[in-house]
């Protein structure tokens, strides 16, 4: 069967069946009631709806956004070109759709409306005999000067009297009349010149002299007379309203009565009902019958005081703000949540004067074509022009702005401006569809005000979600509004059927108004379906396998495919997809394009295949998953996953139960996770395995010399223990789950993080060559690898921050104390330790080690060795080796004030800047002061003594030692032995003491005293001082070559 053009029907009954749709949008069925048969079934062009009935069937949408499903039997289902939906319901079905989502635009309709007209109140005042009896509550006085006080008369009157005084005080300026029972109404006005209550006032007629009487003062001329009669007083009420010309919502009745009123006037309610006057009736005192008040107002009410009929009064409202509305529209429905901002913008209306001014974003829901922007107009009582501002629409996402401003008119009525009318179309729905033939879905046009020209309007429907010709009948045509006709109405055939299918939408827009201005443009018409639900469409197709197993192809749309009952295969083609394997065991592959796949329930093969995906074997069962090429997250779930990367950077994650992880190819970052015997390899690339205490016995194999391995702590205290097993493989452990590093040249990391951690180090000699970095980070760490052998690791301890106890391992390693007052010890081996900022306590120990104090009073105790020691800045107190500790050792103070002590053996000091004490002590010692005015004592041996730059203090002791008082006003004494003394620059003063020295003074007025022995003394250059016999002043005598270069005075 062949349908050629048009949007057909077709049936194909029993038997095995070939039925094409063609052009239009049809709706083709296998079998009625789904009886049996093979079919094969093709929608064509158009939005199709394809069922393929009980028996194996093949079902081809082609072009446009085709509904198929398959219902019994194993059948292929394909939707082809457009945004499908395809469900293959019972039976191994076949599932594949190809599809490409077209572009949607977004645009904005003008708005106009009238700035706001003085409302029309009618007062009914029952004034009949029975009013002259006493009424309760608060005294109010005699108000209409009739001699009698506090009446019922006398509150209605109040009631009024402060109800008109709200209106004054809030600049509110209705035109009012007043009714009494059995007489004739009369209009009048506020009187804004004398605002309040004054009961004890003497009526006048004008207070404001303009012709027209007050409504206070008519109020007080009200004289108790007459009967009641609800008929006569609600006839003259609608005289009145008639007489002002009131418009629909613009009047509003208010009626007070003590009595029961004669009459029928059931006639008179129903007029002002159609009239669109709002009525208020109030039954005075316990005389009223609230059943008939409250035909007249079915929210009536009984009042017993003054009090409460004044409250009452008070509370009613009689001026409703005036909104513009803007109509914000999407050129078609998507699939993909739109959204735009908008802002308003002055024109010749000023916002905050004449508008209140938004801004914000409109969010359009998946389906959704319509939102409503809604901007109040704050009326003013001016005779001025009529006025404009505008609503730009900025920053669309997922849609192109094609009309980006829209015009707001507030239309003037106080005679400056134009005074037309506003136009306005309803939003209708349609409840239920039906299921066959048309029903009309009537939409009205209302006029704002009535007018004495005749006014036109152009109206055409189009396409929401619904369709034109499929859901409803189009509609165009003109509107003519004879004068002082207020309201017509547009008829558009709903069209039955019984298909499931979402609620749908159309629309009828508003154009080319004569006589008028347009206020809201577009009514939206909404057909509610009355036949099943039927799941949202989620991204371009979305595919449901349901019961059986399903073999399922997704396209080249980005498609949304769940796999449903049963053990399924999908594959999800081009586009980003999203897959749920739902329950069993499924075999899923994301293939080409960005994927989000989920294995879900049973024993899953998942495959992200190309792109960056996201692929889980789900929460529960074994499964294999691969991220395949690309940048992926690849993720286990709770039961014994196989997780693998392939190539790319990707980031796998075991989570619970015993998995494998393989990075592949590729920089990747891999974590077990939860649950003990995971194995964790790497693969080619630079990658990072990150373990975590309570993650179990784990695993880790690098490959590569770029892999590194992380042990990452948590924000409290941690504890780590590191060892080896009988394989020399390196452990980590927390006390109770241990890693397990394979043997390869990685580094490892312990980061502890935060807390204060306890990080113990025991033997791990047997392990391969690699180098370990344990930091402490923030908290007072213990790092403690006393007496481990390292064999050949290359061990780095770094503190962090806070106050750390570091103490190094029978090797060489590096220790770094970090921010805070950390303490430092080596041990054995040649280290390197450095104290960071903070007041720091460094010991090398035995070994030649390299001390560095760095900001902060240190103290360093280089130990047994040949150790070098640096105080950086602060006040530093350096040792070579306290005791009996030896060495040749290298001190160097720094910057501040520093105290240096060689110890035993030959040491080299150096003050650096400020004034140092340094002291050579046992050796034979090379002392420099530095910078400042520094003290040097040589101590015991032969010591070389420079003072350098400053008024240095130079004092030997045992030794045949030699002095450089160097630069600046030094003063140089001599020790026990022969020595050689040089003051070199400035005024110094030197003595030689005991033994047969060598006194020379060098440029500068200088004291020199050989003391006791046979000395040789100078004065060198300067006026000098010698203090000795002429046989030992010899000023032609020089120092060798030799020692002139050891006092570096060569």
């Given at each position: 069967?062949?349908?050629?053009?048009?949007?057909?029907?077709?049936?194909?009954?029993?038997?095995?069946?070939?039925?094409?749709?063609?052009?239009?949008?049809?709706?083709?069925?296998?079998?009625?009631?789904?009886?049996?048969?093979?079919?094969?079934?093709?929608?064509g062009?158009?939005?199709?709806?394809?069922f393929?009935?009980?028996?194996?069937?093949?079902?081809?949408?082609?072009?446009?956004?085709?509904?198929?499903?398959?219902?019994?039997?194993?059948?292929?289902?394909?939707?082809?070109?457009?945004?499908?939906?395809?469900?293959?319901?019972?039976?191994?079905?076949?599932?594949?759709c190809?599809?490409?989502?077209?572009?949607v635009?977004?645009?904005?309709?003008?708005?106009?409306?009238?700035?706001?007209?003085?409302?029309?109140?009618?007062?009914?005042?029952?004034?009949?005999?029975?009013?002259?009896?006493?009424?309760?509550?608060?005294?109010?006085?005699?108000?209409?000067?009739d001699?009698?006080?506090?009446t019922?008369?006398?509150?209605?009157?109040?009631?009024?009297?402060?109800?008109n005084?709200?209106?004054?005080t809030?600049?509110?300026?209705?035109?009012?009349?007043?009714?009494?029972?059995?007489?004739?109404?009369?209009?009048?006005?506020?009187?804004p010149?004398?605002?309040?209550?004054?009961?004890?006032?003497?009526?006048?007629?004008?207070?404001?002299g303009?012709?027209?009487?007050?409504?206070?003062?008519?109020?007080?001329?009200?004289?108790?007379?007459?009967?009641?009669?609800?008929?006569?007083?609600?006839?003259?009420?609608i005289a009145?309203?008639?007489?002002?010309?009131?418009?629909?919502?613009?009047?509003?009745?208010?009626?007070?009565?003590?009595?029961?009123?004669?009459?029928?006037?059931?006639?008179?309610?129903?007029?002002?009902?159609?009239?669109?006057?709002?009525?208020?009736?109030f039954?005075?005192?316990?005389?009223?019958?609230?059943?008939?008040?409250?035909?007249?107002?079915?929210?009536?009410?009984?009042?017993?005081?003054?009090?409460?009929?004044?409250?009452?009064?008070?509370?009613?409202?009689?001026?409703?703000?005036?909104?513009?509305t803007?109509?914000?529209?999407?050129?078609a429905?998507?699939?993909?949540?739109v959204?735009?901002?908008?802002?308003?913008?002055?024109?010749?209306?000023?916002?905050?004067?004449?508008?209140?001014?938004v801004?914000g974003?409109?969010?359009?829901a998946?389906?959704?074509?319509?939102?409503?922007?809604?901007?109040?107009?704050?009326?003013?009582?001016?005779?001025?022009?009529?006025?404009?501002?505008?609503?730009?629409?900025?920053?669309?996402?997922?849609?192109?702005i094609?009309?980006?401003?829209?015009?707001?008119?507030i239309?003037?009525?106080?005679?400056?401006?134009?005074?037309?009318?506003?136009?306005s179309?309803?939003?209708?729905?349609?409840?239920?569809?039906?299921?066959?033939?048309?029903?009309?879905?009537?939409?009205?046009?209302?006029?704002?005000?009535?007018?004495?020209?005749?006014?036109?309007?152009?109206?055409?429907?189009?396409?929401a979600?619904?369709?034109?010709?499929?859901?409803?009948?189009?509609v165009?045509?003109?509107?003519?509004?004879?004068p002082?006709?207020?309201?017509?109405?547009?008829?558009?055939?709903?069209?039955g059927?019984?298909?499931?299918?979402?609620?749908?939408?159309?629309?009828i827009t508003?154009?080319?108004?004569?006589?008028?201005?347009?206020?809201?443009?577009?009514?939206?018409?909404?057909?509610?379906?009355d036949?099943?639900?039927?799941?949202p469409?989620?991204?371009?197709?979305?595919?449901?396998?349901?019961?059986?197993?399903d073999?399922m192809?997704?396209?080249?749309?980005?498609?949304?495919?769940?796999g449903?009952?049963?053990?399924?295969?999908?594959?999800?083609?081009?586009?980003?997809?999203?897959?749920?394997?739902?329950?069993?065991?499924?075999?899923?592959?994301?293939?080409?394009?960005?994927?989000s796949?989920?294995?879900?329930?049973?024993?899953?093969?998942?495959?992200?295949d190309?792109?960056d995906?996201?692929?889980?074997?789900?929460?529960?069962g074994?499964?294999?998953?691969?991220?395949?090429?690309?940048?992926?997250?690849?993720?286990g779930?709770?039961?014994?996953?196989?997780?693998?990367?392939?190539?790319?950077d990707?980031s796998?994650?075991?989570?619970?139960?015993?998995?494998?992880?393989?990075?592949?190819?590729?920089?990747d970052?891999?974590?077990?996770?939860?649950?003990?015997g995971?194995?964790?390899?790497?693969?080619?690339?630079?990658?990072?395995?990150?373990?975590?205490p309570?993650n179990?016995?784990?695993?880790?194999?690098?490959?590569?010399t770029?892999?590194?391995?992380v042990?990452?702590?948590?924000v409290?205290?941690?504890l780590?223990?590191?060892?080896?097993?009988?394989?020399g493989?390196?452990?980590?452990?927390?006390?109770?789950?241990?890693?397990?590093?394979?043997?390869?040249?990685?580094?490892?990391?312990?980061?502890?993080?935060?807390?204060?951690?306890?990080i113990?180090?025991?033997n791990?000699?047997?392990?391969?060559?690699?180098s370990?970095?344990?930091?402490?980070?923030?908290?007072?760490?213990?790092?403690?690898?006393?007496?481990?052998?390292?064999?050949?690791i290359?061990?780095?301890?770094?503190g962090?921050?806070?106050?750390d106890?570091?103490n190094?391992?029978?090797?060489?390693?590096?220790?770094?104390g970090?921010?805070?007052?950390?303490?430092?010890?080596?041990?054995?081996?040649?280290?390197?330790?450095?104290?960071?900022?903070?007041?720091?306590s460094?010991?090398?120990?035995?070994?030649?080690?390299?001390?560095?104090?760095?900001?902060?009073?240190?103290?360093?105790?280089?130990g047994?060795?040949?150790d070098?020691?640096?105080?950086?800045?602060?006040?530093?107190?350096?040792?070579?080796?306290?005791?009996?500790?030896?060495?040749?050792?290298?001190?160097?103070?720094g910057?501040?004030?520093?105290y240096?002590?060689g110890?035993?053996?030959?040491?080299?000091?150096?003050?650096?800047?400020?004034?140092?004490?340094?002291?050579?002590?046992?050796?034979?010692?090379t002392?420099?002061?530095?910078?400042?005015?520094d003290?040097?004592?040589?101590?015991?041996?032969?010591?070389?003594?420079?003072?350098?730059?400053?008024?240095?203090?130079?004092?030997?002791?045992?030794?045949?030692?030699?002095?450089n008082g160097?630069?600046?006003?030094?003063?140089?004494?001599?020790?026990?032995?022969?020595?050689?003394i040089?003051?070199?620059?400035?005024?110094?003063?030197?003595?030689?003491n005991?033994?047969?020295?060598?006194?020379l003074?060098?440029?500068?007025?200088?004291?020199?005293?050989g003391?006791?022995?046979?000395?040789?003394?100078?004065?060198?250059q300067?006026?000098?001082?010698?203090?000795?016999?002429?046989?030992?002043?010899?000023e032609?005598?020089?120092?060798?070559?030799?020692?002139?270069?050891?006092?570096?005075?060569?």
């Amino acid at each position: 069967v062949d349908g050629g053009l048009g949007n057909d029907w077709i049936d194909g009954g029993d038997g095995n069946d070939s039925l094409l749709g063609d052009d239009g949008d049809d709706t083709i069925g296998g079998g009625s009631s789904w009886r049996s048969g093979d079919d094969t079934i093709t929608g064509g062009d158009g939005d199709d709806q394809l069922f393929g009935g009980t028996g194996d069937d093949s079902v081809f949408g082609n072009a446009g956004d085709d509904y198929i499903k398959g219902h019994g039997g194993d059948d292929t289902l394909c939707g082809n070109e457009g945004n499908d939906y395809v469900r293959g319901n019972e039976g191994d079905d076949l599932i594949g759709c190809i599809g490409v989502a077209g572009p949607v635009e977004i645009s904005i309709t003008d708005s106009a409306t009238r700035e706001g007209t003085s409302p029309d109140v009618v007062f009914v005042v029952d004034i009949s005999g029975s009013t002259f009896g006493t009424f309760g509550g608060s005294s109010v006085g005699d108000v209409n000067g009739d001699g009698w006080a506090d009446t019922v008369l006398d509150a209605e009157l109040a009631g009024l009297i402060a109800l008109n005084n709200q209106w004054i005080t809030n600049g509110e300026t209705p035109n009012v009349a007043i009714v009494s029972f059995d007489h004739n109404a009369y209009q009048m006005d506020m009187d804004p010149s004398t605002p309040g209550v004054q009961l004890t006032a003497k009526p006048t007629t004008d207070n404001d002299g303009n012709g027209i009487p007050d409504v206070e003062d008519v109020l007080r001329t009200l004289q108790s007379q007459g009967g009641t009669d609800f008929e006569v007083a609600l006839q003259s009420a609608i005289a009145t309203f008639t007489s002002l010309n009131t418009q629909p919502g613009q009047g509003h009745m208010i009626f007070l009565s003590d009595g029961v009123g004669g009459g029928n006037f059931t006639d008179e309610v129903a007029t002002l009902v159609s009239m669109g006057i709002n009525r208020y009736a109030f039954g005075v005192g316990t005389g009223a019958w609230l059943g008939q008040l409250q035909q007249i107002d079915p929210n009536a009410q009984i009042v017993t005081t003054t009090d409460q009929l004044i409250a009452a009064l008070q509370g009613i409202l009689i001026s409703q703000p005036v909104d513009l509305t803007f109509t914000i529209m999407l050129s078609a429905p998507t699939d993909v949540t739109v959204s735009v901002d908008y802002m308003t913008v002055d024109g010749t209306a000023v916002g905050g004067l004449d508008y209140v001014p938004v801004s914000g974003t409109v969010t359009f829901a998946p389906g959704e074509v319509t939102q409503d922007v809604i901007v109040q107009v704050l009326g003013d009582a001016l005779s001025e022009p009529d006025e404009n501002f505008f609503i730009t629409l900025s920053n669309a996402i997922n849609a192109t702005i094609v009309d980006s401003q829209a015009e707001g008119l507030i239309i003037d009525t106080t005679g400056g401006g134009s005074a037309y009318p506003v136009l306005s179309i309803d939003d209708v729905t349609m409840n239920p569809e039906g299921d066959t033939g048309t029903t009309n879905l009537v939409f009205t046009v209302n006029l704002s005000d009535s007018s004495t020209s005749t006014i036109t309007v152009d109206y055409a429907t189009s396409d929401a979600t619904a369709t034109a010709g499929q859901d409803y009948t189009a509609v165009s045509g003109t509107l003519t509004f004879a004068p002082n006709v207020l309201s017509q109405t547009i008829s558009v055939p709903i069209i039955g059927d019984t298909v499931p299918e979402p609620d749908e939408t159309f629309l009828i827009t508003l154009t080319t108004p004569t006589n008028a201005r347009i206020a809201d443009a577009i009514g939206v018409g909404r057909i509610v379906n009355d036949d099943g639900p039927l799941p949202p469409v989620r991204d371009d197709d979305t595919l449901f396998g349901d019961n059986g197993q399903d073999t399922m192809f997704g396209g080249v749309a980005d498609d949304w495919m769940d796999g449903g009952l049963g053990d399924d295969s999908m594959d999800g083609g081009e586009g980003d997809d999203t897959m749920f394997g739902n329950a069993g065991s499924d075999t899923m592959t994301g293939s080409l394009g960005n994927d989000s796949v989920d294995g879900q329930g049973g024993t899953d093969i998942v495959h992200g295949d190309d792109g960056d995906d996201t692929v889980s074997g789900g929460s529960s069962g074994n499964d294999w998953v691969t991220g395949g090429p690309g940048d992926d997250i690849v993720g286990g779930g709770s039961g014994n996953d196989t997780l693998e990367g392939g190539d790319g950077d990707d980031s796998l994650f075991g989570a619970g139960g015993t998995d494998s992880l393989d990075g592949g190819d590729g920089d990747d970052y891999l974590k077990g996770q939860g649950g003990d015997g995971d194995i964790v390899e790497g693969g080619r690339g630079a990658d990072i395995f990150v373990w975590n205490p309570g993650n179990g016995n784990d695993t880790i194999n690098p490959s590569t010399t770029t892999d590194s391995v992380v042990a990452s702590g948590t924000v409290g205290s941690d504890l780590f223990i590191v060892g080896q097993d009988a394989d020399g493989r390196l452990q980590i452990s927390d006390g109770v789950g241990t890693l397990t590093i394979g043997a390869y040249f990685a580094p490892v990391q312990i980061d502890a993080r935060a807390g204060s951690d306890v990080i113990t180090i025991t033997n791990i000699d047997r392990v391969n060559n690699i180098s370990l970095i344990v930091n402490g980070g923030g908290g007072n760490d213990l790092i403690d690898a006393s007496g481990a052998a390292v064999g050949s690791i290359r061990l780095t301890l770094d503190g962090g921050g806070d106050n750390d106890t570091i103490n190094g391992s029978t090797g060489p390693e590096t220790i770094q104390g970090g921010t805070g007052n950390d303490s430092l010890s080596g041990q054995e081996g040649n280290d390197s330790l450095s104290g960071g900022d903070g007041n720091d306590s460094i010991y090398g120990d035995t070994g030649d080690d390299t001390l560095s104090g760095d900001a902060g009073d240190d103290f360093a105790d280089g130990g047994d060795g040949n150790d070098s020691l640096l105080g950086g800045e602060g006040k530093d107190t350096l040792s070579g080796g306290a005791g009996t500790a030896g060495g040749s050792d290298t001190l160097d103070g720094g910057i501040g004030t520093d105290y240096l002590f060689g110890g035993v053996d030959e040491d080299l000091l150096y003050g650096g800047d400020h004034e140092d004490y340094l002291s050579g002590q046992g050796g034979h010692d090379t002392i420099r002061g530095g910078d400042g005015n520094d003290t040097l004592l040589g101590g015991v041996g032969d010591d070389v003594l420079i003072g350098q730059d400053g008024n240095d203090w130079l004092e030997g002791s045992d030794g045949q030692n030699m002095y450089n008082g160097s630069d600046g006003n030094d003063t140089v004494v001599g020790g026990f032995d022969d020595e050689t003394i040089l003051g070199g620059n400035g005024g110094d003063y030197l003595f030689g003491n005991v033994g047969n020295d060598v006194v020379l003074g060098g440029d500068g007025d200088d004291w020199v005293d050989g003391q006791s022995g046979s000395d040789t003394i100078a004065g060198n250059q300067g006026s000098d001082t010698l203090i000795g016999s002429a046989s030992e002043i010899d000023e032609m005598f020089t120092l060798p070559q030799d020692v002139l270069e050891a006092l570096d005075a060569a």
